[in-house]
Nanobody
Framework: QVQLVESGGGLVQPGESLRLSCAAS????????MSWYRQAPGKERELVAH???????NYADSVKGRFTISRDNAKNTVFLQMNSLKPEDTAIYYC?????????WGQGTQVTVSS
């Protein structure tokens, strides 16, 4: 079955960096686009970044120039490098894949940006 396991969250100060990882299993990873979403308290879940099977990328306007999504098909892992973090980036970050029309989610990893 499809499994996504995120890691790498934590508490950082504004301006610092974090790198999130999502280890995937249960499907042919290299054939699927992968996404990172986030959900802040009291807000809807939003798309942060997407990387296609051919490594094309797109980003939410709020993170462009600060976040970078990448993938390692040999390790079935997708990453989210987050630089110049802001308090408004505080959220639970989720890894996502759509397989056969169904969305799959990881358990999420908490990112808190606070001084």
């Amino acid at each position: 079955q499809v499994q996504l396991v995120e890691s790498g969250g934590g508490l950082v100060q504004p301006g610092e960096s974090l790198r999130l990882s999502c280890a995937a299993s249960g499907f042919t990873f290299s054939r699927y686009g992968m996404s990172w979403y986030r959900q802040a308290p009291g807000k809807e879940r939003e798309l942060v970044a997407h990387i296609g099977s051919l490594h094309s990328t797109n980003y939410a306007d709020s993170v462009k120039g600060r976040f970078t999504i990448s993938r390692d098909n040999a390790k079935n892992t997708v990453f989210l490098q987050m630089n110049s973090l802001k308090p408004e980036d505080t959220a639970i970050y989720y890894c996502n894949v759509v397989v056969a029309g169904r969305h799959y989610w990881g358990q999420g990893t908490q990112v808190t940006v606070s001084s």
